[in-house]
C-alpha cells in the first residue's frame, strides 16, 4: 500500500477533524500531494494540495479559511487539518500523489490514489 488515508468519523456540524495520509517516502517525497472529496451521487471534487516541500499550497473556495493541508516528509505523513465543519463537507475523502513537484486542482494529474476515509458531518 502506498497511500492509506485515516482519520476519517463522526462529527457534528461547527465541529472539527484532522485526516492523515501515510505515505511512501521512497516514492513520493518529491511530489505534490493533494486532498478530493467525493459526496455521494457527486462527482469527486479538489480540496487542497500542497507542494513536495510544502511550501505551496491551494485551497478549494469552499473550504479556504476552514481546511489547512500540511506535510511532514520526515514522517511520510500528509495531513488535513478541517475545522467549522459543515453538513456539505460530508464525503469520501481521498489523499492522492501528483506526478509532479507542484499540486494541481486538476485530479488527472494525481497518479497514486489512498483508499479514501469516510467523513460524516452531522446536524
Known amino acids: 500500500v502506498q497511500l492509506q488515508a485515516s482519520g476519517g468519523g463522526l462529527v457534528q456540524t461547527g465541529g472539527s477533524l484532522k485526516l492523515s495520509c501515510a505515505y511512501s517516502?521512497?516514492?513520493?517525497?518529491?511530489?505534490?500531494m493533494g486532498w478530493f472529496r467525493q459526496a455521494p451521487e457527486k462527482e469527486r471534487e479538489f480540496v487542497a494540495h500542497?507542494?513536495?516541500?510544502?511550501?505551496?499550497?491551494q485551497y478549494a473556495e469552499s473550504v479556504k479559511g476552514r481546511f489547512t493541508i500540511s506535510r511532514d516528509n520526515a514522517k511520510n505523513t500528509l495531513y488535513l487539518q478541517m475545522n467549522s465543519l459543515n453538513l456539505e463537507d460530508t464525503a469520501v475523502y481521498y489523499c492522492?500523489?501528483?506526478?509532479?513537484?507542484?499540486?494541481?486542482?486538476?485530479?488527472?494529474?494525481?497518479?497514486?490514489w489512498g483508499q479514501g476515509t469516510q467523513v460524516t458531518v452531522s446536524s
Open positions: 492522492a500523489a501528483s506526478r509532479t513537484s507542484y499540486g494541481s486542482t486538476n485530479s488527472r494529474q494525481y497518479a497514486y
Open positions: 500542497i507542494s513536495w516541500n510544502g511550501g505551496v499550497s
Open positions: 517516502r521512497r516514492i513520493f517525497s518529491n511530489n505534490a
